[in-house]
């Protein structure tokens, strides 16, 4: 089963030493400025911030990431595996909602991608 949580498991033994995925990886993440995926701090709000508040609005994000993330690959998983059971309610999705997820997905692959390869171990 996808899972989230096991990111660290797989990337972290890659990335450069002083590297970890979700603390270097959420600096992108919030760079583009997607509310539904970080939360509302910009990156500019987070760089202006220091010591213990920049530590907080770091692990909101990431917080807030994983929850997103998490969500749309559970849905997915639910989809994929309830179809065939007729007494299971399969949650409904927009058009909108489907097309908001897979950008999301889309943004985060593309670019924990482009991390992973700029961090990684040569």
């Known amino acids: 089963m996808l899972s989230i ?3 660290d498991d797989v990337f972290n033994p890659i990335l450069a ?3 970890k995925l979700w603390a270097d990886f959420i600096v992108a993440m919030v760079a ?6 970080t939360g509302p ?3 500019a709000e987070v760089a202006a911030l220091s010591g213990e508040d920049k530590e907080k609005a ?3 994000a990431i917080d807030v990431l994983q929850k997103r993330i998490g969500c749309i690959v559970k849905t997915r998983h639910d989809w994929i595996h309830n179809c065939g059971r007729p007494k299971t309610v399969i949650q409904k999705c927009s058009y909108g909602e489907a097309c908001c997820r ?3 997905v889309k943004l985060f692959v593309v670019t924990l991608d482009n991390f992973i390869e700029t961090h990684r171990l040569a």
């Not at 583009?32 to 995926?37: A, C, F, I, Q, S």
């Open 17 to 19: 030493s002083g590297h």
């Open 5 to 7: 949580s096991r990111l």
């Open 41 to 43: 701090k910009t990156a």
């Open 102 to 104: 897979v950008r999301d």
């Open 58 to 60: 770091t692990k909101k």
């Open 32 to 37: 583009h400025g997607r509310v539904r995926l």
